[in-house]
Nanobody, 121 residues
């Protein structure tokens, strides 16, 4: 059974940092790209970052470039998203999702339940 479980969200002050984790089971990170997508209250979903261990590719939304870093631990089958220099506008529920079409494929087949990040000003 494919499963994605996010953790690490919480309440943080502006300028602070968090590390989000996405633990994957039922498949290998070699076979699926993992993306982080966020949804703020009243807003549409926004792709934040994506990584593909098969080709080492990573991508970031312009809004988070230079502040967020995505990394993978193939031994733990876990993808991390490091959130630094957080801003109130980063407040959202963060989801990780998996696709076998690569980061540019566009469709994520599997989703986690989400973890909430709240950044206070």
């Amino acid at each position: 059974e494919v499963q994605l479980v996010e953790s690490g969200g919480g309440l943080v002050q502006a300028g602070g940092s968090l590390r989000l984790s996405c633990a994957a089971s039922g498949f290998s990170l070699d076979d699926y790209a993992i993306g982080w997508i966020r949804q703020a209250p009243g807003k549409e979903r926004e792709g934040v970052s994506c990584t593909s261990t098969s080709d080492g590719g990573t991508s970031y939304a312009e809004s988070v470039k230079g502040r967020f870093t995505i990394s993978s631990d193939k031994v733990k089958n876990t993808v991390y998203l490091y959130l630094n220099s957080l801003k109130p506008e980063d407040t959202a529920v963060y989801y990780c999702a998996a696709t076998d079409s690569g980061c540019s494929g566009g469709v994520f087949e599997y989703w986690g339940q989400g973890t909430e990040v709240i950044v206070s000003s």
